[in-house]
């Protein structure tokens, strides 16, 4: 799928690359999970607006992917790596939770972002939070979402991705079952590659082919407007017609 690097010093010109790659065909942007971390604005201004206004025009999707702020949550020193690696999905936590307090996804109400490698499971508890946090407290804190709640502004806005996460399968219906999308994430090192088709078969195991269907291919063809099919049929496309294309 193609996916747009935007030139990140000047929001106009970001803009301009959205409305020119976007005439390609190219409907997905990268961005930072938090620009301030990278010493840019912050997102709860208006700085970013020209390009927010041009994905929302477009129809493009802003993937923000763990660790796009060069940073992650901090540990202790001469914690174990394993530490972060067990956090990380936590960047994504954070970086949602802002976009929906802050005032870009009522600005931009078409606006759509995916959130990369971050997993599902923590995702329903998240849900919940925000809108008993907005239930408690948007007396003092001002928030206002007229006759909605953060948790439904959160599911018009966000598309998730999880490796192996079998507790946010078992909770799918409670993410939005068209906004939940698998990834193998080769070749990193949290990738079940050669066998993540293995991987995914497991961890779908007794749920609806429907379902299935939607989390391995057609959420991602709807949300980045993108037909693989068109480029290689789909009796081609399959597990066994491309491990048979493999021969060494």
Same mark, same amino acid.
């Given at each position: 799928m193609p996916l747009s690097v935007p030139p990140?010093?000047?929001?106009?010109?970001?803009?301009? &690359?959205?409305r020119r790659?976007?005439?390609?065909?190219?409907h997905a942007v990268t961005f930072s &999970?938090?620009?301030y971390k990278l010493g840019w604005p912050h997102i709860f201004g208006d700085h970013w607006d020209p390009f927010?206004?041009?994905?929302?025009?477009?129809?493009?999707?802003?993937?923000?992917?763990?660790?796009?702020?060069s940073t992650?949550?901090?540990?202790?020193?001469?914690?174990?790596? +394993?530490v972060m690696i067990t956090l990380t999905p936590l960047n994504?936590?954070?970086?949602?939770? +802002?976009l929906v307090w802050s005032p870009v996804l009522r600005k931009f109400p078409s606006l759509q972002f995916a959130l990369s490698e971050g997993g599902t499971g923590w995702?329903?508890?998240?849900?919940?939070?925000?809108?008993?946090?907005? #239930?408690? #407290?948007?007396?003092?804190?001002?928030?206002?979402?007229?006759d909605t709640l953060p948790s439904r502004v959160a599911r018009d806005h966000f598309s998730f991705c999880f490796i192996s996460d079998r507790a946010g399968v078992e909770q799918a219906e409670a993410i939005g079952?068209?906004?939940v999308t698998w990834e193998c994430d080769y070749p990193h090192s949290d990738s079940a590659w050669p066998q993540s088709p293995e991987s995914v078969t497991k961890q779908l195991a007794g749920v609806d082919d429907a379902i299935v269907n939607k989390f391995t291919h057609e959420n991602a063809m709807r949300i980045y407007r993108y037909d693989p099919f068109a480029h290689t049929p789909r009796d081609q496309a399959t597990v066994g017609a491309l491990r048979a294309q493999v021969t060494d």
């Open positions: 990140i010093w000047d929001p106009q010109l970001m803009a301009d &690359e959205v790659v976007a005439k390609k065909g190219c &999970e938090n620009p927010f206004q041009a994905c929302q025009d477009e129809g493009t999707v802003i993937c923000l992917h763990i660790g796009s702020s992650q949550i901090e540990v202790a020193p001469g914690a174990p790596i +394993d994504t936590m954070q970086a949602a939770t +802002d995702i329903p508890y998240w849900l919940e939070r925000l809108d008993y946090v907005y #239930h408690q #407290h948007r007396f003092w804190t001002h928030q206002d979402f007229g079952l068209d906004s």
